[in-house]
Nanobody, 127 residues
C-alpha cells in the first residue's frame, strides 16, 4: 500500500508561484510513475503532469506546459510540482497519484491508470 500526502497549496495572486509537495510512504526511487491531477469545482478531475519512474520522461497537459514542472527527490521520497505564472483558471484541488511502472517509459494521463492517491491540496489563484 502506498500512502501519498500533498502539501504546499494556498492562495496566490495571478502571476505568482507555488510549489506542491507529495510525500510518499515508499521509496520514490522504486518503480512508480508519478502524476499530478487537479479538479476544479463542478469539473472532472484532469491530468496536469506525469513523471516516469526513472525520471527519463515527463509529460504535461497543454494548459500548463512551460509553466509547471514535475520533479522527484528520491532522498526525501517526495515528488514536486513547481507552478509558475499561475492563472485564475489554475484554481483547483491538486492531487498526487502513483502507479506501478512495469516499463521504464510507463506514464499515465488518465486518472484510472493510477492506483494510489493523496487527499489533495487546495490551490486558489486570485485575479
Amino acid at each position: 500500500q502506498v500512502q501519498l500526502v500533498e502539501s504546499g497549496g494556498g492562495l496566490v495572486q495571478a502571476g505568482g508561484s507555488l510549489r506542491l509537495s507529495c510525500a510518499a510512504s515508499v521509496r520514490t526511487s522504486s518503480r512508480y510513475a508519478m502524476g499530478w491531477f487537479r479538479q476544479a469545482p463542478g469539473k472532472e478531475r484532469e491530468f496536469v503532469a506525469a513523471l516516469t519512474w526513472n525520471d527519463a520522461s515527463t509529460y504535461y497537459a497543454e494548459s500548463v506546459k512551460g509553466r509547471f514542472t514535475i520533479s522527484r527527490d528520491n532522498a526525501k521520497n517526495t515528488v514536486y510540482l513547481q507552478m509558475n505564472s499561475l492563472k485564475p483558471e489554475d484554481t483547483a484541488v491538486y492531487y498526487c497519484a502513483a502507479r506501478p511502472a512495469y516499463y521504464p517509459d510507463t506514464l499515465g494521463t488518465h486518472s484510472y491508470e493510477y492506483d494510489y492517491w493523496g487527499q489533495g491540496t487546495q490551490v486558489t489563484v486570485s485575479s
